[in-house]
DNA sequence: AGGAAAGTGGGTAAAAGTGGGAAAATGAAT
DNA sequence: ATTCATTTTCCCACTTTTACCCACTTTCCT
C-alpha cells in the first residue's frame, strides 16, 4: 500500500512532461514501478494513481449498481478522464493535453502525496483552495487526533 | 510505544542537518530506528515522529472518507506538509526548508521531547510561547491532575 | 587520563531535475 | 501507394541538488 505525502513544485516542458518528486516515485508500491493512471481529481486538480492503487479503486467503481443514474454518470465521467501514462527514462509523467487544460496547469506543477494517490495543482489553484477553507490547520490535526483517540 | 522526554538546544547546519538529542535517539522503539516523519506542528514548530507512531496517526488519515469535502481538506492540509526522513551516519535529520522556514528555524533549535513525538522550535519562539501563556505552570498542573482523578 | 561517543563541518560522487534533438510513428492529402 | 507534415517516442546532455563518506573537536564516562 502506497504512502504518499510531502508536497514540492516542478515544472511542465513545453511536451507536457513533469518529473514526479523522488521522493513520491520511491514510495510506489507497485510491481510495475512506473506505471500510472492519471485521472480529473475532486476539486481542480488531477489524481495519479499507481496501477495497483488504481486497480483497488477500480473494483469499487466496479461494485456501483450500473441500474442507478448516478452511478453510471459518475463511472462515465470518471473513467472518460482517465489515462495510463508510463514514466519515461527520466522518470517523467507526459500528462495528457486534455488534463493539463481541465487543470488550468501550464508552468509550474504543485504536487501533493495523499497517500493512496499523488494530486497536481496549478499552484494559484491550490493556494485559492486553502484560503477559500474556514477551517485552521490547527483545526485539521484537532479533527483527525480526536478521531484517533476514539 | 516511544516516550521522548527533555530539551536540548542543537544548531542547524548550512546543509539544513541537526543532530537529534541522543538521550532521544536511545529512546526510540520502532524497529526502522532511523526513519523519522517530520511534519508541520501545532503553535509554530515542527513535529517528528518515528516511523511507526507516525503509522498510528496515518491510519487515521487513512480512515477519513475522501467523498466528504472536509476529509479530503483535512488530509490535503497534514499530508502537504509532512515528509519522510532517514538519519545519517551521523544521526542527523535533514529537514526540508519549507518546514524550516514554517518554524523559522535559521541557525538553532530547541528540542523538546513530548511523549510520541519530538517538538522542534525556533528558540525565540518557544520562549515567547510561554512568555504569552497567563496560566502558570503551577496552574496547569493542578487542572490537569484534577482532570485525572475523575 | 584515556577511550568512546556525541556534536559539527565539509568534499565528492551519484542522483534528481530539466531541456532539446533525432528517429519512429501516425495520418492526411495528392 | 507515396509523399509530406505533424506528433510521439527515445535518447543524450547539462546543471543543480542530495546522499554518503571522512575528519576534527568537544563532551562524557569509567
Redesign the interface.
Known amino acids: 500500500m502506497s504512502?504518499?505525502?510531502?508536497?514540492d513544485i516542478y515544472v511542465v516542458d513545453s511536451k507536457g512532461r513533469v518529473s514526479i518528486p523522488s521522493?513520491m516515485r520511491k514510495n510506489i508500491q507497485s510491481e510495475s514501478r512506473y506505471a500510472f493512471v492519471i485521472t480529473r481529481g475532486?476539486?481542480k486538480c488531477l489524481y495519479a494513481y499507481p496501477l495497483d492503487e488504481w486497480r483497488r479503486m477500480e473494483e469499487s467503481i466496479r461494485s456501483l449498481s450500473q441500474v442507478n443514474e448516478k452511478d453510471r454518470y459518475f463511472a462515465r465521467t470518471l473513467m472518460q478522464w482517465s489515462e495510463e501514462v508510463q514514466l519515461d527514462a527520466q522518470f517523467r509523467l507526459l500528462i495528457p493535453k486534455s488534463l493539463l487544460d481541465f487543470a488550468e496547469i501550464s508552468k509550474e506543477v504543485f504536487f501533493?502525496?495523499?497517500?493512496?494517490h499523488i494530486?497536481l495543482w496549478k499552484p494559484e489553484n491550490f493556494k485559492k483552495y486553502?484560503d477559500s477553507?474556514k477551517?485552521s490547520?490547527?483545526k485539521?490535526?484537532e479533527?483527525?487526533?480526536s478521531?484517533?483517540k476514539s
Chains 1, 2 share one sequence.
Not at 504512502?3 to 508536497?7: D, E, P, T, V
Open positions: 504512502s504518499f505525502k510531502g508536497s521522493k475532486i476539486e501533493i502525496g495523499v497517500l493512496d494530486e486553502i477553507r477551517e490547520y490547527e485539521a490535526v479533527h483527525v487526533m478521531a484517533r
